[in-house]
């Protein structure tokens, strides 16, 4: 779990008054930005439900949007709550948490699993019945022991609606309690009958946006994929990078050297094969570009130093910063060799972090671009936020079509830039 500061307002709301407590985000004035939990009423038997988001929301978003709110520890948040819970009378509870882990088995299995959703249900409460998880995209139907050492049966339905989850709980209208829960994960399916209106709510905005999604931005050579090098380089990665130093190597609008791209930022591929839409095969639609990069973050070039540039580098790999490695794609011209087995904070070698062949300067001053996601330290890219001089720049889409419109057609990326030494 990422480290969260403590203020004074936050120990009142966690000791004198949970009820006003939520790991889903609250106010640094103690107040709930949503209720910190809800009940539903079956048949007579009151059930609580708890939602919250992940502790380390913070590192996932745009800093700058959550400034003002504090993300606390969920499993704190939610045995915080309990007391409040069982004066009201309700013994059946229910977590929904956004944060998950990785299993082995099937969708409907789970022989083991690993993750910060085990560390969770490890310390909750033996109150909690059932945990509703998710983040990881993972499908899992789990059994994980509580603080009690009770197994408490956790579910995760994967992503982009692939799955649906039937969970029933059986109530015990003696006791207001759960007595037992079954879950199935369920993989969605074709063959169901389209609702008509929703049809043709759908059909009318397809037909609004068809002009603008289907308009062709340029050409490719060839499939551009976020398949990772062992040195976590992709092809796209490399282009999209490529494409944030074109748009900002110019003096007017930044300056830049070097260019650094998020992977997470990266949604699809580019294909070469034409789509239904007929564009044909090597064109690429402004909509399949879009599908590439949804999130219309705008560029940001800023100066860091060399040795900053070292940090930001460290601050991929997990125990600098990172619980999974998080590999920046870069720009060409920009190039460095990580050491796998060396220790966290110390897997760069910072004489092999060359740009245009000269190994960079600790203290020489470099422009360099990122989006602003990752230019108010998401991700965890906390170096960032020191960058000086800061000028902002195209959205990320416009930057990508213009390198597009210049440059078709687009080979893929070489991904040469980032290599692995030997232990």
Same mark, same amino acid.
């Given at each position: ?6 203020? =004074? ?6 000791? @004198? *008054? ?10 640094? *004035? ?15 038997? /009151? ?16 800093? =700058?949007?959550? $400034? ?10 939610? *045995?915080?709550l309990i007391p409040q819970l069982k004066r009201r009378g309700i013994e059946a509870v229910v977590v929904v948490v956004h944060e998950g882990g990785a299993p082995t088995g099937g969708y409907n299995e789970c022989p083991a699993i690993s993750g910060a959703?085990? #560390?969770?249900?490890?310390? !909750?409460?033996?109150?909690? #019945?059932?945990?509703? @998880?998710? /983040?990881? /995209? ?10 009690? %050492? ?7 339905? $994967? ?41 043709? !709510?759908? $059909? ?24 990772? =090098? ?21 003096? &007017? ?14 949604? &699809? ?5 034409? @789509? ?36 930001? +580098? ?6 600098? %910063?990172?619980?999974? *490695?998080?590999? +920046?794609?870069?720009?060409? %011209? ?9 220790p966290a904070c110390n897997k760069v070698d910072p004489s092999s972090i060359k740009l245009g062949g000269a190994t960079i300067d600790p203290a020489g001053r470099y422009r360099v671009t990122v989006n602003s996601f990752l230019a108010d330290g998401g991700d965890n890219f906390l170096v960032l936020k020191q960058g000086t001089d800061r000028l902002g720049g195209a959205v990320d889409t416009d930057a990508f079509e213009a390198y597009?419109? &210049? ?17």
């Amino acid at each position: 779990m990422p480290s969260v500061s403590t203020n =004074s307002t936050r120990a009142t709301c966690a000791t @004198s *008054n949970p009820g006003r407590c939520s790991a889903r985000s609250w106010k640094r *004035n103690g107040k709930t930005v949503f209720p910190a939990f809800r009940t539903r009423t079956f048949n007579g038997v /009151h059930v609580a439900f708890i939602g919250m988001t992940l502790e380390g929301t913070p590192s996932i978003v745009s800093p =700058s949007g959550i $400034a003002a709110l504090d993300f606390a520890d969920e499993a704190d948040t939610v *045995n915080a709550l309990i007391p409040q819970l069982k004066r009201r009378g309700i013994e059946a509870v229910v977590v929904v948490v956004h944060e998950g882990g990785a299993p082995t088995g099937g969708y409907n299995e789970c022989p083991a699993i690993s993750g910060a959703i085990v #560390d969770i249900v490890g310390r !909750l409460d033996d109150a909690v #019945d059932l945990v509703v @998880s998710g /983040h990881t /995209h993972q499908a899992y139907n789990c059994k994980i022991a509580n603080s009690a %050492g009770r197994a408490v049966p956790v579910s995760s339905a $994967a992503s982009f609606g692939r799955l649906v989850t039937k969970i029933d709980l059986k109530l015990d209208r003696a006791t207001r309690d759960v007595a037992a829960v079954t879950i199935d994960n369920r993989i969605v399916t074709r063959d169901v009958a389209t609702d008509l209106r929703q049809t043709a !709510l759908i $059909a009318k905005y397809n037909a609004i946006a068809a002009p603008l999604q289907n308009r062709i931005i340029g050409s490719i050579q060839a499939d551009i994929t976020r398949t990772l =090098s062992p040195a976590g380089e992709s092809a796209l990665g490399d282009v999209i990078a490529d494409g944030q130093l074109s748009a900002t190597r110019e003096p &007017a609008f930044g300056a830049a050297v070097v260019a650094f791209m998020n992977p997470g930022g990266i949604r &699809a591929d580019l294909t070469y094969a034409g @789509s239904p839409a007929g564009e044909g095969d090597g064109n690429v639609t402004y909509g399949e570009m879009f599908t590439v990069q949804p999130f219309g973050n705008s560029l940001v070039t800023m100066t860091l130093t060399g040795a900053q540039i070292d940090t930001l +580098l460290e601050q991929q790999f997990v125990g600098c %910063g990172q619980t999974a *490695n998080r590999i +920046l794609q870069v720009s060409a %011209g920009f190039s460095y060799a990580w050491n796998t087995s060396a220790p966290a904070c110390n897997k760069v070698d910072p004489s092999s972090i060359k740009l245009g062949g000269a190994t960079i300067d600790p203290a020489g001053r470099y422009r360099v671009t990122v989006n602003s996601f990752l230019a108010d330290g998401g991700d965890n890219f906390l170096v960032l936020k020191q960058g000086t001089d800061r000028l902002g720049g195209a959205v990320d889409t416009d930057a990508f079509e213009a390198y597009f419109a &210049a440059f078709s057609p687009v080979a893929p990326g070489p991904k040469n830039r980032i290599s692995i030494v030997a232990p």
